[in-house]
């Protein structure tokens, strides 16, 4: 029993974010129709059609049919209904082939822009009109595509089993045996003003229905499991090439990577050895952002023998000149790798070595060696400063521990400082050589501090002590002893030293007025006790003459 499907807005609706093209035979919204009511159909049979347990892919159909053959155009030609034929019956056998690594994302995809061609391959004006028919075939399809979008077709099957498209000119020629006649009866009811409401009124919803016959049938022939004589097999160039389109259709629809890896296993797997296949797989990956991917396959295809290679020699010579520009670029800012102009340099000679003649790489890799040297040089300057420095602070230890000469210790301490804050921050190593040193210097010249000011400390303490021996000169000199201690304290010590030094310098001068106060004193009160002792030594003598 034949069954009627109603084409509900609901399908039509839920395809209406899809972008039509200007290019199809049938308009979007009947597109979309007839490919969403083929898609019921055919599940009748393979339930599962185009979805999986977690996944569906019907946008890809949808996006197929609306994008139609022309998205594809180097493979179909349709400058005549024969070419159109001939196009399904190869694509049929095609996908019959590649359904081996099953009905995914671009399988899917495919089969919808098959169905746009079979669809168009059902309506008079699609495929073969002449150029004064082209503004005739726009008015179909708008009022064909009006009808559509009412919901005013039905569907009513032609056909009680689906019928296997083995021979497509034999399938399409006994449906289209009257086209010729249809042209021109469509071509007198616009040419007379009754448009559509003449033959089209009741013609166009049959040819919808044909049309989703042939794409249900085109769709069964390439899902159902035959005999494999029937069919002819495809060649490993449509094959490959089938992959190499898959591949740039995971890529610019952001498929996972995963996906694209399977597909990159059944391109290597099918390509007999295509050059410009793997040169192709070499450009979708590297213009969509896979660069080393991109390149790994160019250098694939550069080990080609023979000069087709030359091509994509430019194209691998091109982007190591990238690859050592970025490199260069690194080196001169502020925080560059060490290897960047090494690399650099590695970089260009590749370039060089994929294309001989590229004379930017040649200027490239010259001026990266020459680069590489000045960074020699300021690396063994920077070598050298350490070098220097690390001399200096021995002289300055020696100075200190074995000469006891704290001023000239302090003064190289310094010099090494200053020399040491000659290396930048180009090398790291030599910097960090360099930091560590003048952090040292700056703990040295502090411990030489502390020990001066440690002497003058001790200076005063022994000050003190003679002046409570009452040996005042001796402590004098002490306490005049610490302002030449401490002059070998430099201003530019911290500022707790230079406090320090001052509280010193002020200490011993106090001591020192104290001292030589107390030696006054001291010196008053020998006198006094001299004077009476030589005083009552004459009145004795006196005394003992008086008596």
Known sequence: MKHRLLLTGLLVVACLTLAATDALAWGPNAKKAITGTAVKVVRRTFSDLFETDTVSYEDEVFQGALDGPEALGDVFFLKSDAQAIEAVSNQIVLLREMRKYGVGSYMSYRMGVLAALVSDLMLPFAVNYSPEDARLREQVESDIDARVREDTFRYQPGEERRQLVVNAHDYFGGRRVFFDQNRRIIRDDYAIGIGYNGFLKKGAEMYFGRSIDAVANVWYSVLVHTREQQFPQPSKQATTWYLVREIEFLIEKKRPLAEVEVACAHFEQENPGDFDAIVRVGDIFYNNGYTDRGVREWEIAYSFDGPHR??????????????????????????????????????????????????????????????????????????????????????????????????????????????????????????????????????????????????????????????????????????????????????????????????????????????????????????????????????????????
Do not use: C
């Not at 190591?320 to 520009?325: E, M």
């Not at 104290?514 to 008053?524: C, I, P, Y």
């Open 310 to 547: 030359t091509p994509v020699g430019k194209k691998l010579s091109a982007h190591y000149i990238g690859v050592g520009q970025a490199l260069m670029a690194s080196a001169a800012s502020p925080a560059p790798k060490e290897t960047d102009l090494s690399n650099a340099s590695n970089a260009f000679q590749q370039a060089l070595e994929f294309d001989r003649t590229n004379a930017d790489a040649a200027r490239l890799f010259n001026e990266a060696e020459a680069a590489k040297r000045r960074r020699e040089e300021e690396r063994e300057m920077a070598m050298k400063f350490v070098a220097a420095g690390e001399t200096l602070m021995n002289e300055a230890w020696r100075s200190f521990s074995a000469g006891k000469d704290p001023g000239h210790a302090i003064f190289s301490y310094n010099q090494a400082i200053m020399v040491l804050k000659q290396v930048d921050d180009t090398f790291a190593e030599q910097k960090k050589a360099a930091d560590a040193r003048i952090s040292e210097a700056g703990k040295k010249i502090t411990d030489v501090v502390n020990a001066v000011l440690s002497s003058a400390e001790e200076a005063i303490d022994a000050g003190d002590e003679l002046v409570d021996q009452n040996k005042f000169d001796e402590a004098i000199a002490r306490y005049e002893s610490v302002a030449r201690l401490v002059s070998v304290i430099p201003d530019f010590v911290s500022d707790i030293h230079k406090r320090d030094k001052a509280d010193t310098l002020a200490l011993a001068e106090e001591r020192l007025r104290t001292a030589q106060s107390k030696k006054a004193q001291w010196e008053r009160q020998q006198q006094a006790q001299q004077a009476p002792a030589e005083t009552g030594g004459e009145s004795g003598g006196k005394k003992d003459d008086f008596f």
